[in-house]
């Protein structure tokens, strides 16, 4: 008898179709940086582009306030002083005629921080409106790692701490020459000049926000 001839039985080949599907990642950089075929996105980014624009402006003009502000500070708690001791000896009047336009300066840089306030507030609602539009816009990295909800968080706060330090301001130029002791004098300049909310680490802020977008 005679073996009968078997036939090689073929392997069973696995399903390479599934272990060759791409696998998508959905936090890319790549599939989240802007792509051509929506519109809203270069909308988006040059509006972005303007509110940084002014969020830095601002903050230079704030800079330049802060500075001016304690220089006029310093210049009233000189003279108000001068006319505290001479009261104390002679009886004259504590609010000399010279006192009148360092007042009025004052006032008005403090009026400054006031108006930086309020426009960094319709900053952050134009924000708020961006990632409200359609399409991908709010999970789009328009610049190097932030997307626009990071943009909105950073405005917020620094909403927040303009408003405060712009309320102190305001104390500071009411009062500051209406000052009766020395202590009192050396309290408001201290108090405008080491400003308690817009600090160094709003500084570092604006200095992240710079490497962000390259325009250090």
């Given at each position: 008898m005679t073996k009968a001839?078997?036939?090689?039985?073929?392997?069973?080949?696995?399903?390479?179709?599934?272990?060759?599907t791409p696998v998508r990642y959905l936090d890319s950089q790549r599939l989240r940086s802007p792509t051509s075929h929506d519109a809203n996105l270069a909308t988006c980014k040059t509006r972005l582009e303007t509110i940084v624009k002014q969020l830095q402006d601002n903050y230079a003009k704030w800079q330049l306030a802060q500075q001016r502000g304690t220089s006029i500070c310093y210049t009233i708690e000189a003279k108000k002083t001068k006319c505290l001791e001479k009261s104390q000896d002679e009886g004259s009047s504590t609010y000399p005629?010279?006192?009148?336009?360092?007042?009025?300066?004052?006032?008005?840089?403090?009026?400054?921080?006031?108006?930086?306030?309020?426009?960094?507030?319709?900053?952050?609602?134009?924000?708020?409106?961006?990632?409200?539009?359609?399409?991908?816009?709010?999970?789009?990295?328009?610049?190097?790692?932030?997307?626009l909800p990071q943009f909105v968080v950073f405005a917020k706060e620094l909403s927040e701490r303009y408003e405060e330090e712009a309320l102190v301001k305001k104390e500071v130029a009411e009062n500051i020459a209406h000052s009766t002791e020395r202590s009192q004098l050396i309290a408001y300049t201290t108090l405008w000049e080491f400003p308690e909310h817009v600090d160094s680490y709003v500084h570092l802020g604006f200095l992240l926000l710079a490497e962000e977008v390259s325009l250090r």
């Open positions: 001839n078997k036939t090689p039985q073929k392997s069973s080949e696995p399903n390479i179709n599934a272990s060759l005629d010279d006192l009148l336009l360092p007042c009025n300066k004052l006032a008005i840089i403090a009026s400054i921080f006031g108006d930086i306030a309020n426009n960094t507030k319709e900053i952050l609602r134009q924000l708020r409106a961006i990632c409200k539009l359609p399409g991908s816009a709010a999970e789009t990295i328009f610049y190097r790692s932030w997307t």
